[in-house]
């Protein structure tokens, strides 16, 4: 591992880096379970894997929301020098970043799965559209976290605007509308999914419309905000209790509901929804709890977490690659999904990494795909 500046180091939080090592790996554990797996047709030791991955792997996500929003907003944004800065050195490089990674798989794909490779295509995929009826051969069928990309974005660009809004906004009206946020897209849908359990219809349409508010993507976006800027220390114990006491709820849930009527609501398993409604506090719990490990007495942990932490952002965008040319070769098939899933997972993290840090080693492509300054 390369000498990293201990100037910079010394300005991290440690705990921050490591969580976001954390929410790598436990997106990498989501992805690696392999595709169609169904409930029915698993082992009772396979079904308990199987809810594990699912349920604790979606805490990644939201974790790097949170991470986001704790960076991002609570910032000096009051003059258009600062505003000016932002956008140049911030946004602009993240949607340069996606369009070539969004070039890449086109060109990945079409040389492995021979997927067409068109002009009208491309623009397709690099402005996110979407046909009418569906496409079946659109790149979120194939990227499945390529939804990330203009939620992120879409956030980025409102930072300045969210930043001086809440800046000059009482902390109580604050919560108060956030708390009318959440109980339309967490509340509402955790409702729907209870309900789809006991064989009930839910509700499909929300009466208030948040996508101006970036729906659920800014509920954890905000979250990271509300966290940083709380002035409220929770007992580390208390934090660590509530995190795992819920990790464990979202588990239960998760295995419970493979054996529920919610299948024929959604034609498949459940596929732990970032709506509902527990993740939020169990992910808010571990990044408050990670917040509060500024830097450790361990000069060697302190840049091992900072340079891991600055490679999982590429991780997370090239893993599907080595996912895709896994199931192009066919290599693990026949293996039960207990070995399937494991095998998957330490492949998606090995060679994310090792991609990663190749591409860590160019500066040019450091900053331009990974977003490394």
Known sequence: MEQIDRTKVSKRIVGLDLIRVIAIFLVLLSHAIPANTHPNTLSVGGQIINATFV??????????FMLSGYFLIDRDY???????????????????????????????????LHRSLTL???????LFFSRQGGN?????????????????????????????????????????IYLLVVSQTM?????????????????????LDLSYFGGISAT??????????????????????????????????????????????????????????????CAAAFVQLAARWHQSTHQWLNQGMAYLSGLSFGVFLCHRLISIALDKTGWLTGQSLTKQTLLNMLILLAGGYLIAMIIHKIPWLDRWLLLNH
Request: overall charge positive; aromatic content about 20%.
């Open 187 to 207: 509340v509402m849908p955790t409702a729907t999914l209870l309900l789809n359990a006991f064989g009930k219809p839910g509700f499909s349409i929300s009466q």
């Open 220 to 281: 954890y976006f905000f979250a990271g905000y509300l966290i940083k800027t709380s002035q409220r220390q929770w007992s580390k114990w208390l934090l660590m209790i509530s995190g795992v006491t819920l990790a464990v709820a979202i588990w239960l849930t998760q295995y419970q509901f493979q054996f529920t009527d919610y299948a024929k609501y959604t034609g498949g398993q459940l596929e732990m929804p970032y709506q509902f409604l527990l993740l939020l506090p």
């Open 136 to 176: 079946p051969n659109g790149l979120g069928i194939y990227i499945w976290n390529a939804w990330f990309m203009p939620a992120i974005l879409g956030l980025y660009l409102a930072v300045p605007f969210i930043s001086r809004a809440v800046y000059h906004f009482p902390r109580r009206g604050l919560w108060w």
């Open 120 to 126: 009208m295509g491309w623009l397709e995929d690099l």
């Open 78 to 112: 009051e003059t258009t020098s600062a505003i000016n800065w932002f956008y140049r050195h911030k946004v602009a490089p993240m949607a340069i970043c996606f369009v070539l990674w969004i070039s890449i798989y086109q060109l990945f794909l079409w040389g492995v």
């Open 55 to 64: 349920s604790i792997g979606h805490l990644g996500v939201p974790i790097f």
